[in-house]
């Protein structure tokens, strides 16, 4: 059974960075999409970035140019490097993965089948 476990995360002052790792366990490949969701209080969940399995990747607006995307095959983990952090980044992240191949990858989170506990991160003004 297919199971993401997260770590990381935490609070940092507006500017600091703050990294996020998930764990995948139960599968025999990293080649599906695979990406980090995340959900503001009294928000939706939005994409925040995403990898495919050829290893493109994309990335919110919002996080462009400050987040980075990575996924190490052989540990089967996925690690989301987060720079620059503004006080609207604070929100619940959340590592998903698909089930089934396809491309691009989806920013919608009903495309995704599994999903980790989340973690919390808070960048503070």
């Known amino acids: 059974q297919v199971q993401l476990v997260e770590s990381g995360g935490g609070s940092a002052q507006a500017g600091g960075a703050l990294r996020l790792s998930c764990s995948i366990s139960?599968?025999?490949?990293?080649?599906?999409?695979m990406g980090w969701f995340r959900q503001a209080p009294g928000q939706e969940r939005e994409s925040a970035a995403n990898i495919d399995g050829p290893g493109g990747k994309t990335y919110a607006d919002s996080a462009k140019g400050r987040f980075t995307i990575s996924r190490d095959n052989a540990t089967n983990t996925q690690y989301l490097q987060m720079n620059s952090l503004k006080p609207e980044d604070t929100g619940t992240y959340y590592c998903v993965r698909a089930a089934t191949r396809f491309s691009p990858c989806s920013i919608r989170p009903g495309d995704y089948d599994f999903w980790g506990q989340g973690n919390q991160v808070t960048g503070s003004s």
């Open positions: 139960g599968v025999t490949h990293m080649s599906v999409c």
